[in-house]
Nanobody, 115 residues
Framework: QVQLVESGGGLVQPGGSLRLSCAASENIFSINAMDWYRQAPGKQREFVATITSGGSTNYADSVKGRFTISRDNAKNTVYLQMNSLKPEDTAVYYC?????????WGQGTQVTVSS
């Protein structure tokens, strides 16, 4: 079982920034990939960003150029730096970890972008 603990969500004004953190319970070099997803009320959960154990990254078109995913192996933590936030970025953000054929999820953290 991979346990994921998320933090960093909150309320921010449009154009502002937030940095989300996801701390894993084991060394993340043993995890194939770590992802960020988000889900707005009444909508499907959608992919945001991914980073593999080899360091490759990929982003949804809607966040490309504004969000950056990174990792700190020493801290067993992945981050999502979110800049130039828009109201449509408002959602619960979830961290996930792929280890072999198993997929683990964090509890989610609320991000609200509003004036």
């Amino acid at each position: 079982q991979v346990q994921l603990v998320e933090s960093g969500g909150g309320l921010v004004q449009p154009g502002g920034s937030l940095r989300l953190s996801c701390a894993a319970s084991e060394n993340i070099f043993s995890i194939n990939a770590m992802d960020w997803y988000r889900q707005a009320p009444g909508k499907q959960r959608e992919f945001v960003a991914t980073i593999t154990s080899g360091g490759s990254t990929n982003y949804a078109d809607s966040v490309k150029g504004r969000f950056t995913i990174s990792r700190d192996n020493a801290k067993n933590t992945v981050y999502l730096q979110m800049n130039s936030l828009k109201p449509e970025d408002t959602a619960v953000y979830y961290c996930s970890a792929l280890r072999g054929l198993a997929l683990y999820w964090g509890q989610g953290t609320q991000v609200t972008v509003s004036s």
